[in-house]
């Protein structure tokens, strides 16, 4: 274990930074954070989240896959992948940081997705434990904790220190670059780990129950007639899916401006009328087999096929920007009641 | 405001609606879903109504405008402007809604609450022009009025358009609102600071598409931007282009119907003030073509939907105020 | 703004099929000079013009658009063009709140008759938009690769 001084934050980040890209959650002016690059002007946000989810720097909401050029002797392939460089991504909380393992079941198992699978490869995530948990949150539900978030290094924050602890060979790498790294006290990080497990007890969502959701509910679930209204009131919008850590789901598109075309991925939603349309037509034509087929990925269909993993990671964004306050939590809920 | 709950039991046991709607209790205070009451049980149990209710209810009258019989709905003074222009677009029978109108001081939202650095809420209680709010570490109070949800901050009227039953009092326009203030403070900058600033802004939109999806003035049934022949359709903003096209579109198309009941900016997850596009649009009209609210009665014609043949010419644009780019 | 010298910008100008079209026509038969950079596009009425119209001919590499349409009062169809001039008011207007330059658009009343108006008034445009230098705010880089 390593420590370092808060007052010496900037020194840390000045190290990191000259390594690699470094990027930080930060405040900006209208009171949200975003993960940015660092500067020499930047604060670390020392609120809890950031309002969209750390998947950002793995699986942007846009990327170019492919471009072609038309001309009267061909088509002409262009590349257009963005080349990556290494980078550092400095506080993740334990949420983000397991959704990470969400994203890699899909992405990284064949077909690889290479574009993601590089920039997994390019990052070193530094996780952060969460002094101060908010009543939206239930990550412990899904078994993650966040007084001890997983990730190639682990840290803690007191009044005084960030505790620095290490995990991977990747963690290691950047430790051994970072001289200014003190020896750091076990003792007083474990106190912070503690504390953070005393606010965790008086979380109102702690008791969450998922015994009747998770692999093999399909048939359980699929027709419950709840699903109507809990989804009566859902705009149809997709703020839950593209604040979602876990949500994977993207549309290739292409863009054509005469002589060329540009072939782009972008985040699509479950929850848009046109989301996996076909010439054939929309296979769920209404908002409650739309709204239905989110939840049912999360709860049931993701863990069916990932070992009862479920993809949804107690964030508890949804439930703060959900325009109607329809989320993951009441669905589970309303489930519930209605089984015997 | 007290009764909501009584009132709505009353209209469905007295056989006035054959259905009520209102807002669903959530999992914790600041979380009400709205929804559609059918039986008398259902209201006993789930219905509330507190300063948490912001959401706009009048969007869901088009869908439930098809089904049988008449449906009761609670409607605060913003609300009924949006209800009285979708009558006056049609999209709603007048007769197939029982409103009843609900005096409103301004609701609240956990977003100001977040604002204002409270953590950890758990639930509040009203105290007057206070809210006593508890949290995970400690009990706190905030004045009302830095709990309004944004849109609630420069509130333009307390004034029921409609209704067929009222609960508490009916109120007046607000003739000092201030709404238009930070659209002129934007029309005294620069033009390349504007820029900045709007860039600034939209370069957050993540297209959720929620500011146009709640708004009740965007009614299409199917919109350009999801289209795929309208040749527009784009799910994600590739270019930066596209942010604003998408935002200038939005606007545009509600341009002198929008009411101002500001849920774009309430419901917006980046919190962009997309409220600051609409209002511009209203400010112009105001200006150009002379006082105009929508949703304010129920028979003069919308500015774009209107003309005179002494109006200005766009080059008024030109001409107007400000620095030239 | 850096101006090329030989730089030329892209005007498109949407012309009403009833006058300003054959205003232009006019023009042409005249024999009376304007740039060659002025795309027309045709539409049946001033008020054909959709505002997204002028958004998509700046993404698609105008650096100027103007509407030419029928006197106010002189429409084909009575009373198209009075519409229109109030959506082009409000739309130039948003447009200058966003911060992109105000003399990129443009709206002109140009008769059959009007052929010496019509080249003038694309000239005058033409110059305008050449001294403000390529469209860079409203632009669609995927466009210009």
Redesign the interface.
């Known amino acids: 274990m390593k420590q370092i001084a808060l007052n010496r934050l900037d020194e840390l980040f000045a190290a990191i930074s000259a390594r690699q890209t470094l990027l930080i959650p930060q405040q900006l002016e209208n009171g949200d954070a975003e993960f940015r690059p660092w500067s020499a002007e930047a604060k670390l946000y020392t609120g809890l989240k950031t309002s969209r989810s750390a998947k950002d720097a793995f699986f942007p909401q846009v990327e170019n896959l492919v471009g072609f050029k038309v001309s009267e002797q061909g088509i002409e392939l262009m590349d257009t992948r963005d080349e990556v460089q290494p980078f550092t991504l400095f506080g993740v909380r334990g949420c983000d940081a397991r959704s990470f393992d969400i994203l890699d079941r899909v992405f990284l198992a064949e077909p690889v997705d290479t574009f993601y699978a590089d920039r997994r490869a390019a990052a070193t995530v530094v996780t952060l434990a969460c002094n101060r948990p908010e009543t939206t949150c239930f990550c412990q539900s899904f078994g993650i904790d966040p007084s001890r978030p997983a990730g190639d290094v682990t840290c803690w924050m007191d009044a005084e220190n960030l505790y620095w602890q290490p995990n991977t060979d990747k963690g290691r790498a950047l430790t051994e670059a970072l001289s200014l790294l003190e020896e750091g006290e076990e003792a007083r990080a474990k106190r912070v780990e503690e504390d953070i497990q005393a606010v965790l007890k008086r979380l109102p969502l702690k008791d969450l129950s998922l015994d009747h959701v998770g692999a093999g509910k399909t048939k359980a679930l699929f027709d419950r007639p709840e699903w109507a209204e809990l989804s009566e009131a859902c705009l149809g919008c997709g703020a839950c899916t593209f604040v979602c850590p876990t949500c994977q789901c993207y549309d290739i598109e292409e863009f054509k401006s005469g002589g060329s075309v540009r072939r782009f991925r972008c985040w699509d939603s479950c929850m848009y009328s046109d989301f996996t349309l076909m010439s054939a037509g929309q296979p769920r034509p209404t908002q409650t087999e739309r709204f239905r087929q989110r939840f049912m990925h999360k709860l049931v269909y993701y863990p069916d096929n990932q070992d009862g993993l479920f993809s949804c990671v107690g964030c508890g964004r949804c439930l703060v920007k959900c325009p109607i306050h329809m989320n993951i939590v009441k669905v589970i809920n309303a489930l519930k009641e209605g089984t015997a | 405001m007290q009764g909501v709950k009584q009132k709505a039991l009353e209209l469905l046991t007295g056989g006035k609606a054959d259905r009520v709607l209102g807002w669903r209790r959530g999992e914790t205070f600041y979380d009400p879903t709205p929804g559609v009451f059918a039986s008398a049980e259902e209201v006993e149990r789930d219905f509330v109504f507190d300063a948490f209710c912001g959401a706009n209810l009048s969007k869901y009258l088009i869908a439930l405008d098809r089904a049988e019989g008449v449906t009761a709905v609670f409607l605060k003074p913003c609300d009924s402007y949006s209800l009285v222009q979708l009558i006056k677009e049609h999209r709603i029978h007048r007769e197939k809604v029982y409103i009843v109108g609900v005096a409103c001081e301004g609701m609240c939202g956990y977003d100001a609450l977040m604002k204002a650095g409270i953590e950890g809420v758990l639930s509040f209680e009203e105290e007057g022009d206070a809210l006593k709010v508890h949290t995970l570490y400690g009990d706190t109070v905030i004045a009302r009025k830095d709990a309004l949800l944004s849109k609630c901050e420069h509130c333009k009227s307390k004034r029921i358009v409609t209704y067929d039953e009222l609960l508490g009092e009916q109120g007046d326009e607000v003739a000092d609102s201030g709404r238009f203030d930070e659209v002129a403070r934007l029309e005294k900058m620069t033009p390349e600071d504007r820029f900045a600033f709007w860039q600034n802004e939209l370069s957050r939109c993540i297209r959720c598409n929620a500011c146009r999806n709640v708004c009740p003035a965007c009614s299409c049934e199917k919109c350009v931007f999801d289209n795929p022949d309208s040749g527009i359709r784009n799910k994600a903003a590739a270019d930066s282009f596209e942010e604003n096209m998408f935002h200038i579109i939005r606007a545009f198309h509600v341009a002198s119907r929008c009411t101002d009941c500001g849920e774009c900016t309430r419901v917006c997850p980046q919190r962009i003030p997309l409220h600051l596009l609409n209002r511009k649009f209203i400010k112009d009209i105001n200006e150009l073509y002379g006082e105009y609210q929508a949703g304010a009665d129920f028979d003069t014609r919308p500015a774009l939907l209107n003309f005179q043949t002494g109006d200005c010419e766009p080059s008024i644009v030109h001409v107007r105020g400000g620095e030239r780019a | 703004m850096s101006v090329k010298t030989d730089w030329k910008p892209t005007i498109v100008a949407f012309c009403c099929n009833w006058c300003s079209y054959a205003g232009a026509d006019l023009s042409g038969t005249n024999r009376l000079q304007y740039p060659a950079n002025v795309k027309i596009i045709r539409i049946p009425c001033s008020c054909r013009l959709n ?2 119209f002028v ?2 001919a ?3 590499g105008a650096d100027g658009v103007i509407l030419c349409g029928c006197h ?2 002189d429409c084909h169809y009575t ?1 198209g063009n ?2 229109a ?19 990129r ?3 002109e009343w140009v008769s059959a008759a009007e052929g010496a108006k019509f080249a003038a008034t694309m000239n005058e445009f033409v110059a305008t938009v050449t001294a ?1 230098g390529e469209n860079r ?7 210009k ?1």
């Open positions: 505002p997204m958004l998509r700046f993404q698609r106010p009062g009373t009075y519409y001039r109030r959506r082009m008011t409000l739309l130039f207007s948003m447009l200058d709140y966003l911060g992109i330059e105000r003399d658009t443009r709206v403000l705010r409203l632009e669609d880089l995927r466009c690769a």
